[in-house]
């Protein structure tokens, strides 16, 4: 079992920048992978970041050089900095663990909600 609590979400301009962050219920060593979706009305949910046990990461296109996922083991908390966000950047992001030792499977938090005004 995972728990995952996401935080930092709000209402920025263009241009501006927001760090959300997600807390997990146990350490972040024993988590595959962690990343960080996003889903807006009437879209499909789509990845945005992801960091991997070993520090690996991707990215979507879209927020390549603008978006940095990292993680603070001691805190148990992975972090998205968000920068040159653009109203297309507004979304409810959720927070996501991939987890292949036991129990296994995916978990995701509640999700926060980021607005970007032109």
């Known amino acids: 079992q995972v728990q995952l609590v996401e ?25 595959n992978t962690m990343g960080w979706y996003r889903q807006a009305p009437g879209k499909q949910r789509e990845l945005v970041a992801s960091v991997a046990g070993g520090g690996r990461t991707n990215y979507a296109d879209s927020v390549k050089g603008r978006f940095t996922i990292s993680r603070d083991n001691a805190k148990n908390t992975v972090y998205l900095q ?3 966000l653009k109203p297309e950047d507004t979304a409810v992001y959720y927070c996501n663990a991939h987890l292949i ?3 296994g ?4 938090g509640q999700g926060t909600q980021v607005t970007v005004s032109s």
């Open 82 to 84: 968000m920068n040159s």
């Open 101 to 103: 030792t036991r129990p």
């Open 7 to 31: 935080s930092g979400g709000g209402l920025v301009q263009t241009g501006g920048s927001l760090r959300l962050s997600c807390a997990a219920s146990r350490s972040i060593l024993s988590i």
């Open 105 to 108: 499977g995916d978990y995701w």
